[in-house]
């Protein structure tokens, strides 16, 4: 199984970005993106069960919007009112109903004050 994820890059902060995330296979009961910033943990950002349910990290309730297609098996994040903070690398997760996580390459995003 291969994530491919897309969609960061450049911005300025109160601007907006989208990320995409589609595996190359498999069934899975949860999607969603991790983030880490420079000498800080990876942390959740934000995840989507197969039934539609989401969870999101606090600092970024109300300004991203995750969403997920079963049939393509796709997972895109919507980015807006993105503030300097926010600035990571972004990493699409997958999760099977064993259990087993599967990891994109990452996509960096910054955003510039």
């Known amino acids: 199984v291969q994530l491919q994820a897309s969609g960061g890059g450049l911005v300025q902060a109160g601007g907006s970005l989208r990320l995409s995330c589609t595996a190359s296979?498999?069934?899975?009961?949860?999607m969603g993106w991790y983030r880490q910033a420079p000498g800080k943990q990876r942390e959740l950002v934000a995840r989507v069960e197969s039934s539609g349910n989401t969870v999101y990290v606090n600092s970024v309730k109300g300004r991203f919007t995750i969403s997920r297609d079963n049939a393509k098996n796709t997972v895109n994040l919507q980015m807006n009112s993105l503030k300097s903070e926010d600035t990571a690398v972004y990493f699409c997760n997958a999760r099977d109903r064993f259990g087993v996580d599967f990891w994109g390459q990452g996509t960096e995003v910054t955003v510039s004050s």
């Open positions: 296979a498999g069934i899975f009961n949860l």
